[in-house]
């Protein structure tokens, strides 16, 4: 019987194409020609990156933080896992392609209710570490039509993040405003999810598109040490 390749962090490389039960083939699932739009990964070489002298576990290991990639900021303090690494190269690409534009650093995809929990806490770790984000609860004002101004947020950020909680899983089941965020996110390929509190297969029953991209999740680093690891990516 043909499993998952990816059962517990999310497929790598655009992996979920190949993968026997999540693949475009597959009965019931679906790839990067899906509603949500065509996507194509940009070629790049693998990056090459450090492993420190001692301590933090074998170099090359997918699962552990050896690596530092060639966009960490000076004196930064976080390390990576080579998956990662290979991860975030290409948003690492866009956003130097983007270099000179005006543009917010991030775009913060989030569910109604994390606005005052999760997402306000990683909105004021981030804008602490410098970073330009959009956030619908400090942008939008009063009396301003809501959907035209998250318009104007996705066309004027470099790269998105998606706070993927199980208030995230529960909204973008119908059709609500985070649901139409992710769907223009997805079609850019600017996407980084961050896992908080749930898994990569919970988010595989809703939205498999999304699962297939591996981003950062809180429960291998601290929501600071995530937002130190955003911080560096879009550091120009």
């Known amino acids: 019987m043909a499993r998952c390749t990816a059962p517990v962090r ?42 420190p002298s001692s301590g933090g576990g074998r170099s090359g290991s997918s699962s552990r933080k050896t690596s530092r990639p060639r966009w960490a ?13 290979l991860e975030l190269e290409p948003v690492r690409q866009n956003i130097e392609r983007q270099g000179s534009l005006d543009l917010r650093d991030m775009f913060l995809c989030h569910a109604w209710d994390d606005r005052q929990g999760a997402a306000k806490e990683l909105y004021e770790l ?20 809501f959907l035209r101004e998250i318009d104007k ?21 119908g059709e609500s405003i985070a ?20 898994t990569f297969d919970a988010l595989r029953e809703v939205s498999p598109m999304l699962a297939s991209r591996n981003g950062l999740n809180t429960t291998d680093d601290s929501m600071a040490e995530v937002a130190t690891k955003l911080a560096d990516l879009v550091t120009i």
């Open 73 to 85: 900021r000076s004196g930064s303090t976080a390390w990576y896992t080579p998956v990662e690494v």
């Open 179 to 198: 649901d139409k965020e992710l769907s223009v996110l997805l079609q850019q390929g600017q996407l980084v999810p961050i896992m908080h509190g749930t």
């Open 126 to 145: 981030l804008k602490a570490r410098g970073v330009k984000v959009w956030f619908s609860e400090e942008d939008i004002r009063l009396g301003v039509p």
């Open 153 to 173: 947020g996705l066309a004027k950020s470099r790269v998105g993040i998606v706070l993927v909680t199980p208030s995230f899983l529960k909204r973008i089941q």
């Open 10 to 51: 999310g497929h790598t490389g655009g992996g979920a194409a190949s993968c026997p039960v999540c693949g475009p083939r597959s009965r019931g699932g679906y790839g990067y020609g899906s509603s949500f739009g065509s996507y194509s990964r940009p070629s790049y070489s693998a990056p090459a990156y450090s492993s």
